[in-house]
């Protein structure tokens, strides 16, 4: 199982930019490809972007042109790069990482909030 802990959230204006961390722990040999997901108050949880070991990405429509998905494999660490930043776009942030199968390998973390507000 590995284990995650996401950081960087926080109080931005509409417009304004936030990087999002998830650091990877345990069983982190199995992982292929992480995502970044978010879930807003009333509403159900989203995949918001996905990188695998070999650097493809993907995004929701949303966010296309407007948020970054990076990972540093030395520090076990995926980012969320998020510029240009909506009130839609409030949500607590979580990440999960997969194996080749895209079978789920982690645990849900604590998550991280990301209030868009003036």
């Known amino acids: 199982q590995v284990q995650l802990v996401e950081s960087g959230g926080g109080l931005v204006q509409p417009g304004g930019s936030l990087r999002l961390s998830c650091a990877a722990s345990g069983s982190i040999t199995s992982i292929y490809a992480m995502r970044w997901f978010r879930q807003a108050p009333g509403k159900q949880r989203e995949l918001v972007a996905t990188?695998?070991?070999?650097?493809?990405?993907n995004y929701i429509d949303s966010v296309k042109g407007r948020f970054t998905i990076s990972r540093d494999n030395a520090k076990n660490t995926v980012y969320l790069q998020m510029n240009n930043v909506k009130p839609e776009d409030t949500a607590v942030y979580y990440c999960?990482?997969?194996?080749?199968?895209?079978?789920?390998?982690?645990?849900w973390g604590q998550g991280t909030q990301v209030t868009v507000s003036s």
């Open positions: 999960m990482t997969y194996n080749r199968a895209y079978a789920q390998t982690g645990s």
């Open positions: 990188i695998t070991s070999r650097d493809t990405t």
